[in-house]
């Protein structure tokens, strides 16, 4: 069963092997991971649609001659990876995207994930947060998540053994408090700038994902560029560093 926090990297992984060259995930990309992530979609269904859009990709490349444009964002697969989900509904092999019969010592255990790290990791998100530079309602509310952030960090401590799927809960929980005060402080103009970017950046794939998808990856990509302005940390422990784990 494949470990609950490898779901980004893994999908970013197996984008870039099938595409045959590095290429960089953008916001968007990651907003899109983030809409399957909260819908629940398992790692082993988005891992098959990519590459059920990169065979049919290839096929049709090899009839042309190679003439075929390269595939330059993850949203191209994202009709692909709806099929494969219901594919697997229908063979009622869908796994369990949390992971949760594991365990948390399971989850833990030589993954990098280890409780003086993750404690570590939300000391310095707590850091980050406060030093940010807010206007109110977001000062207030930064240093709420701040201090909660901090109490995190020395209950793992004292209780290294808790699961880390419920803190990631947590930590997702606090990231939308902090994000909802931020939609409060945004000028009119940031929001609109923001919202345009988006559908440029959807536009060549508008074709390939429902209405609820291209509505929910613009909302994840306006809350992650809000944050990116202001240098605030994303919550969830799949954004620990390698060099943290």
Same mark, same amino acid.
Not at 49 to 60: L, P
Not at 82 to 89: P, Y
Not at 223 to 234: D, G, N, Y
């Given at each position: 069963?494949?470990?609950?926090?490898?779901?980004? +990297?893994?999908?970013?992984?197996?984008?870039?092997?099938?595409?045959?060259?590095?290429?960089?995930?953008?916001?968007?990309?990651?907003?899109? !991971?983030?809409?399957?992530?909260?819908?629940?979609?398992? @790692?082993?269904?988005?891992?098959?649609? !990519?590459?059920?859009?990169?065979?049919?990709?290839?096929?049709?490349?090899?009839?042309?001659?190679?003439?075929?444009?390269?595939?330059?964002?993850?949203?191209?697969?994202?009709?692909?990876?709806?099929?494969?989900?219901?594919?697997?509904?229908?063979?009622?092999?869908?796994?369990?995207?949390?992971?949760?019969?594991?365990?948390?010592?399971?989850?833990?255990?030589?993954?990098?994930?280890?409780?003086?790290?993750?404690?570590?990791?939300?000391?310095?998100?707590?850091?980050?947060?406060? +030093?940010?530079?807010?206007?109110?309602?977001?000062?207030?509310?930064? +240093?709420?998540?701040?201090?909660?952030?901090?109490?995190?960090?020395? +209950? @793992?401590?004292?209780?290294?053994?808790?699961?880390?799927?419920?803190?990631?809960?947590?930590?997702?929980?606090?990231?939308?408090?902090?994000?909802?005060?931020?939609l409060t402080e945004a000028s009119e103009q940031e929001l609109t700038a923001l919202r345009e970017q988006a559908t440029r950046e959807l536009a060549p794939y508008r074709g390939k994902m429902q209405a609820v998808q291209i509505k929910q990856v613009t909302t994840q990509f306006l809350q992650k560029k809000l944050l990116e302005a202001r240098r605030l940390p994303r919550m969830s422990l799949f954004y620990m560093s390698l060099d943290d784990m």
């Amino acid at each position: 069963m494949q470990n609950y926090f490898n779901y980004f +990297t893994e999908i970013e992984e197996r984008f870039q092997q099938r595409r045959g060259s590095l290429l960089m995930l953008s916001t968007l990309d990651w907003a899109l !991971i983030e809409t399957w992530r909260e819908a629940g979609i398992p @790692l082993e269904a988005v891992l098959r649609g !990519i590459d059920n859009a990169f065979d049919k990709h290839d096929a049709r490349a090899q009839r042309s001659g190679g003439r075929m444009r390269k595939v330059n964002g993850l949203a191209w697969c994202a009709q692909s990876v709806m099929e494969a989900v219901e594919q697997a509904m229908e063979a009622a092999i869908g796994a369990n995207p949390r992971g949760a019969s594991s365990g948390s010592g399971a989850a833990q255990q030589g993954s990098g994930f280890e409780a003086e790290r993750v404690a570590r990791y939300l000391e310095e998100n707590a850091g980050a947060v406060l +030093t940010a530079a807010l206007r109110p309602p977001a000062d207030t509310v930064a +240093t709420e998540v701040a201090e909660r952030l901090r109490a995190l960090a020395t +209950t @793992l401590r004292a209780e290294p053994a808790a699961s880390l799927e419920e803190l990631d809960r947590t930590l997702t929980m606090l990231e939308e408090k902090l994000v909802a005060a931020l939609l409060t402080e945004a000028s009119e103009q940031e929001l609109t700038a923001l919202r345009e970017q988006a559908t440029r950046e959807l536009a060549p794939y508008r074709g390939k994902m429902q209405a609820v998808q291209i509505k929910q990856v613009t909302t994840q990509f306006l809350q992650k560029k809000l944050l990116e302005a202001r240098r605030l940390p994303r919550m969830s422990l799949f954004y620990m560093s390698l060099d943290d784990m």
